[in-house]
Nanobody, 121 residues
Framework: QVQMVESGGGLVQAGGSLRLSCTAS????????MGWFRQSPGKEREGVSY????????VYTDSVKGRFTISRDNAKNTLYLQMNSLKPEDTAMYYC??????????????WGQGTQVTVSS
């Protein structure tokens, strides 16, 4: 059974940083495109960032460009999201996902359980 486990969330003040990690098992991590998504109560799940299987191609939603960086270590089956200059509007549950394309959550077949990020003003 595929497992994807996020970590690194927490409470941080505005302007601070967090680094999210997502470790996957029982799937061909190095062959799969990966994404980070977030969801706040009452809102739809939003694509935050995407990285291709090789790591050569990345995409960011406009609201995080210049602040967030996605990366991956295929040898460790781990996906990362470095989040800097955090804003209260970044508060959400963050999910990693595998096997899709771009920032559309409907294209992804594997999901983690999420890690909460809360940014205080």
């Amino acid at each position: 059974q595929v497992q994807m486990v996020e970590s690194g969330g927490g409470l941080v003040q505005a302007g601070g940083s967090l680094r999210l990690s997502c470790t996957a098992s029982r799937l061909r991590f190095g062959d799969l495109n990966m994404g980070w998504f977030r969801q706040s109560p009452g809102k739809e799940r939003e694509g935050v960032s995407y990285i291709s299987w090789s790591g050569r191609n990345t995409v960011y939603t406009d609201s995080v460009k210049g602040r967030f960086t996605i990366s991956r270590d295929n040898a460790k089956n781990t996906l990362y999201l470095q989040m800097n200059s955090l804003k209260p509007e970044d508060t959400a549950m963050y999910y990693c996902a595998a096997g899709g394309s771009g920032l559309s959550p409907q294209t992804y077949g594997y999901w983690g359980q999420g890690t909460q990020v809360t940014v205080s003003s």
